[in-house]
Every structure is written in structure tokens, then in C-alpha cells.
């Protein structure tokens, strides 16, 4: 398959683009990466170096891709963080592009805004962006417990209330997956994701791995594993459990290595066959 990629990219550690890239491509996909920031680093070490990239330069390497008649062979665009509002219209439009040379493909919007540790780390507007026109625009939609619960504007506490945030954004899309779940109800040694559809859910529990600065980009990598096990099988539950098996596998190795960074590179082969794998339920 033929992924579009607008994410960030850092030149140190993996997220954005560089947490979901090289596992599309180890699994044997092709990536088409274009990058809305350029950083040293992400922005959880509180000091960074780099810019966002300028909207008109990202427009214009989507028209590159384009004016070859290679959107026509896109299977997916993938988005993430937005650094800007001209970005935001970027993305829009970017999306567009590749529905209108393939209807088929599908559009993943991570809706970046922030996490339960560190609050919403975006520009003002950039959440209304996301409820107001990214989100009813695409397919399949990725937040995390913090997103979900900013975007929906009620708390998230139980399964019932999860669900329930989960359909109130499905005004366009058809699969929301919910990439970290941390109910009130539940062990606090496990963390949950679930899928839910209009009339479904699928749950997958993980044992909850302690680090001292809990690693950046696994929603990163998720999304765009999930993404492609999805549209592979076309089975909501089997993509659940490879992509969550996938990202324990990278974490329990990051933490065995006492890195602060996902080791995506070093637990490749770990990653791609997972010594531990997990089943999602039916809810």
C-alpha cells in the first residue's frame, strides 16, 4: 500500500513522520513523507530547536507528488500535528487532492492537541480546526484519552462515557479509535484502546509499562499501523491487536534499553513479529 504522510519531523527521536514512517516501510509499505515542522527534537524536552515548514512549501510538494499521477495510487493520507492555520488549510486540501484522483483512499486524522501530562501543547484555533473541519471530513479518526475528552468538552471516566465521546464526533467518520484510555473503572496497571464504529466497539487491554518520562510518539506509530493493518484486512479486531501487540513490543524494548526515545529502529524485528501478542474483545 501507498501512504501520504503530513506529519512532523524531528531530526532527534521518534514522532511524527519519524515514528510512523519507518514501520509502514518495514512492514513493506511505501511512505510518501511530507513534513509540516522541521525540530532538533520534540516539543517534551521544553526547548527545541527548528520551524514549522511554511504552509506554501508543503502545498507545493503535495502538487509535486500530484503532478506526477501519483495521488491516483495513494491508499491513505495520514495526518498529525498542525503547526499553524495555513497548515490547517493545507491539510484540508491535501485531502481533497487525494480523494478527488482515488475516492477510494481513506483519510487518518490524528487529532493532535495534547495529552493528559502536559495539557494541549497546539496554537489557539487549532482544536476548532479539528472539530469543526477536519474531523467531520475524514475517515477514521485517532485521539487520545486527553483529545477526546477536550474535543467532546465532558469527562471521560468510564467505558459508557468513552463510547458515547467516541459517536458524538462520528459526523463523518466512520471508525474512531480511541489510541489511550484511562478509565476510573479500570486497573490502573493496564491501559485500554478501542475501536468504536456507529454500532460496535472492540476493546484491547495492554499491561501499563512504567517509565519515568513516558516516551513520545506512540500515537504516531498507532495510528499509522492500525491504519494499515485496517485496510489490509479489512477487520477492525485484527488490526486492534497487531498494532497494539506491535507498539508493546517497541515499549517493553525502550524500557529493557532505558531509552527515552522509542526504539523503533532496534526493536524492528520485535515489532514486525511480536514476542507477546494481544486479542481485542468485542464489546
Known sequence: ????????????????????????????????????????????????????????????????????????????????YVGDAALADVMID?????????????????????????????????DVFFRERAIPA???????HFELEHLTGGKVATMADALRAARSLMKGPRLVLITSLRRADAPAHQIEMVAVTADAAWRITT???GFDI????TGD??????????????????????????????????????ERELQIVAAQDRMVAPPRRFMAEKL
Open 1 to 80: 500500500m501507498r501512504f501520504l504522510s503530513l506529519q512532523s519531523h524531528v531530526a532527534y527521536g521518534y514522532v511524527g513522520n519519524r515514528a510512523a514512517a519507518f514501520p509502514l516501510q518495514r512492514l513493506g509499505h511505501e511512505v510518501w513523507a511530507v513534513n509540516t515542522v522541521e525540530f532538533s527534537n520534540h516539543t517534551g524536552y521544553g526547548a527545541w530547536r527548528g520551524r514549522v515548514a511554511p504552509a506554501d512549501q508543503v502545498a507545493d510538494i503535495v502538487h509535486g507528488i500530484e503532478a506526477l499521477g501519483q495521488l491516483s495510487r495513494c491508499d491513505a493520507l495520514l495526518t498529525g
Open 94 to 126: 491535501t485531502a481533497y487532492r487525494v480523494r478527488s484522483a482515488n475516492p477510494k483512499a481513506i483519510w487518518c486524522c490524528d487529532p493532535v492537541l495534547g495529552d493528559i501530562d502536559t495539557g494541549i501543547y497546539v496554537k489557539p484555533g487549532i
Open 138 to 144: 475524514a475517515d477514521l479518526i485517532t485521539p487520545n
Open 207 to 209: 499491561p501499563l509499562i
Open 214 to 217: 513516558m516516551p513520545n510518539g
Open 221 to 258: 506509530m498507532v495510528s499509522a499501523l492500525f491504519t494499515a493493518h485496517w485496510l489490509g484486512s479489512g477487520d477492525i479486531a485484527q488490526a486492534l491487536g497487531s498494532a497494539a501487540s506491535s507498539v508493546y513490543a517497541v515499549l517493553e524494548a525502550t524500557q529493557a534499553m532505558g
